[in-house]
């Protein structure tokens, strides 16, 4: 016989977990306490970084029962619903989300559905690649540098040279301009690299 966990998410102290739980008894699924999982956590926050999802995770095995009541509780977008209910499916984990009239993800119905979900996921995706192309450009044609800015300016590198040539050390040069050993080595593996 399956066992029937419950994941329930909600983003604020103010909100309860204990309606999500409700709703999911009314639906007919029948799930002990210590198989209910509540959390209270941001929905920006990635499944995978969820404390209470992460225990859950450590407590599925082949054949359980998942249930939701939203597909938002799987993930914060389209993409990592895709790839939570994915990870779970490869498990032998079947999902139910209440909100698609508790069907189960992994059923021909629920397969079509994400199938939706992953063409919603791949859109997302191609938008937000497409759109931070869109940002680098123009910021490119502003003549905005792009990337980390320099640590040190021109001069200092010029002095980071000279002090290498003198028999400096990397730690004692990092120091003495309060930057990174890796700031100071780059500069002296570019020197090596001219």
């Not at 959390?39 to 225990?55: D, Q, Y």
């Not at 192309?133 to 040190?152: C, I």
Request: proline share 4%; glycine share 8%.
């Amino acid at each position: 016989m399956s066992r029937i966990f419950a994941y329930c998410r909600v983003s604020t102290s103010d909100q309860t977990p204990e309606n999500q739980l409700l709703e999911i008894s009314t639906a007919g699924f029948e799930v002990s306490p210590r198989r209910a999982i509540k959390e209270t956590i941001s929905g920006s926050v990635e499944a995978s970084l969820r404390p209470g999802w992460v225990s859950l995770m450590n407590k599925l095995e082949p054949g359980d029962i998942l249930v939701v009541t939203k597909l938002d509780r799987l993930g914060r977008n389209a993409m990592d619903v895709r790839g939570t209910v994915e990870s779970l499916a490869s498990m032998g984990v079947k999902v139910y989300c209440l909100a698609l009239g508790g069907m189960d993800l992994a059923s021909p119905a629920g397969k079509m559905t994400m199938g939706v979900i992953n063409a919603v996921a791949e859109f997302e995706r191609d938008l937000l690649v497409e759109r931070t192309q869109a940002g680098l450009a123009r910021a490119k044609a502003e003549g905005k540098t792009l990337g980390r800015p320099k640590s040190l300016s021109p001069e200092e590198s010029k002095e980071v040279l000279k002090m290498l040539n003198q028999g400096q050390s990397v730690a004692g040069i990092a120091r003495q301009l309060g930057t990174s050993r890796q700031t100071i080595m780059r500069v002296r593996d570019a020197l090596k690299s001219h």
